[in-house]
């Protein structure tokens, strides 16, 4: 019951023995991370790339299409999604990591201003605001968009992704489940397989128990997201333009910062707000909402049913058995061959476990230091009176 998108990444092994842990993730329900498939390979290779995407398909999406897979343009991938049947649209569709983009643009050229354009691009939910963006890069930055302008834009742009992101822009849920992977990719082969497996049992096991408690009818995440664009609905103000046809204008309230004011087209009936965020998230947004108490319908039908209690709890209804005894496996008539050349002394000094830094991470020195925690400029995460409250 998970949405059918999947963030696919590799990541180095941390032990004595040098490999690549490959994964496969998603979201939940909740928009909480899900692991779906992982391996152990020695290198990402065509091959190895070819044999984790088939084993996904056919072990775990057999019967999901189509089905979006964000990845950070590896060769692997690419040859996967490009020379194999299941893999090609209309089947699946693979659209780049918007994090990779940028960062690939920023190893060719220089600029934090054309770093932002090219962010602002690919998160736009507005075809006038991405052209607005587009022509400021172009003429800012001629050779940056002759590079840009090489890659088809429906692959890292949501203006042009029809929706098949699900609002998705990075391959940052597989980042961060390696991340939280780092101490089991520090362990011998066989026992980071053993705690990966138990640390997802034990993370079905826990959010099963959550859903089952929960009354609202959606998952905390989404009940949140949807109260607060109830909230705002009440400020905005709705004319019909045709009520039978579900065309109406939203007006949206004024703001103490001075925004607002702004008007947005909603197709009731085919599903789309002139915001881009109700066909690109599948969540109502307060345009959608306020219109929708006009018409005196339900507000909750609006939302996905991939994303209600109901489809949380079967999410996690699956179950898990332990593994057998060696001696009922199957003999594969092969033999693994320990390769001496992939053994690695350990070098002297602490070992390093955090992510290297690298261009993505320079920022604008004008630009303000936002809490972290209610994202709000002139104090830190450590005396937020925000979150204190």
């Known amino acids: 019951m998970c949405r059918p998108v999947i963030c696919v990444d590799g990541t180095h092994l941390r032990g004595e023995y040098k490999g690549k842990l490959l994964v496969a993730v998603t979201q ?10 992982y391996a152990i ?25 189509p089905i979006c897979v964000i990845f950070d343009r590896h060769n692997g991938i690419i040859y996967t999604m490009t020379h194999v049947d299941y893999w090609e649209e209309p089947l699946a569709y693979h659209r780049f990591c918007l994090r990779h983009v940028s960062s690939n643009l920023m190893t060719h050229f220089k600029g934090l201003h054309l770093k932002k354009l090219c962010w602002a691009m690919g998160r736009a939910r507005q075809l006038r605001k991405w052209r607005m963006f587009k022509r400021e890069l172009r003429s800012m930055f001629p ?3 002759n590079y840009l302008s090489a890659i ?14 699900w609002g998705i822009l990075t391959t940052n849920i597989s980042e961060n489940y390696n991340n939280v992977m780092r101490g089991a990719r520090h362990l011998p082969i066989r026992a980071c397989i053993d705690m990966t497996f138990h640390w997802t ?39 019909e333009f045709d009520g039978p046809s579900g065309v109406y204008k939203v007006i949206t309230g004024r703001r103490v910062d001075g925004k607002g004011g702004n008007t947005q087209t909603i197709r009731f009936f085919d599903k789309t707000c002139s915001c881009g965020k109700w066909q690109n998230y599948r969540l109502p947004c307060s345009h959608v909402l306020a219109v929708c108490r006009n018409r005196g319908d339900n507000p909750g039908l609006l ?17 898990f058995n332990p593994l057998p005894h060696q001696d009922t496996w199957l003999h594969l008539g092969w033999e693994l061959q320990a390769d001496r050349s992939k053994f690695v002394t350990r070098r002297a000094g602490r070992v390093r476990t955090n992510r290297i830094r690298n261009e993505m991470d ?25 979150y204190r409250s």
């Not at 939940?28 to 498939?37: E, S, V, Y």
């Not at 742009?157 to 992101?165: E, K, S, V, Y």
């Not at 929960?214 to 109830?230: D, G, H, L, V």
């Not at 909230?231 to 103000?237: I, P, V």
């Open 362 to 386: 320079e920022r604008d020195p004008d630009e303000p230091r936002r809490c972290r925690n209610c994202h709000q400029t002139g104090h830190n995460r450590r005396n937020c009176q925000n």
């Open 41 to 65: 390979v020695d290198e990402e290779t065509i091959s190895s790339w070819s044999w984790f995407m088939e084993q996904l398909r056919y072990n775990v999406a057999l019967d999901r299409h």
């Open 152 to 165: 088809s834009p429906e692959k890292w742009c949501l203006t042009h992704n029809d929706g098949r992101r």
């Open 28 to 37: 939940d329900p909740n928009n909480k991370i899900l692991p779906i498939a």
């Open 303 to 319: 939302v996905d049913q991939q994303f209600t209690k109901t489809s949380w709890s079967v999410q996690y209804s699956g179950k």
């Open 143 to 145: 050779d940056a968009w």
């Open 201 to 239: 049992v034990a993370l079905f096991k826990t959010r099963r128990e959550d859903a089952s408690h929960y009354r609202n009818p959606f998952p905390p995440k989404i009940w949140r997201r949807f109260k607060n664009a109830e909230r705002k609905a009440g400020a905005h103000r709705v004319i």
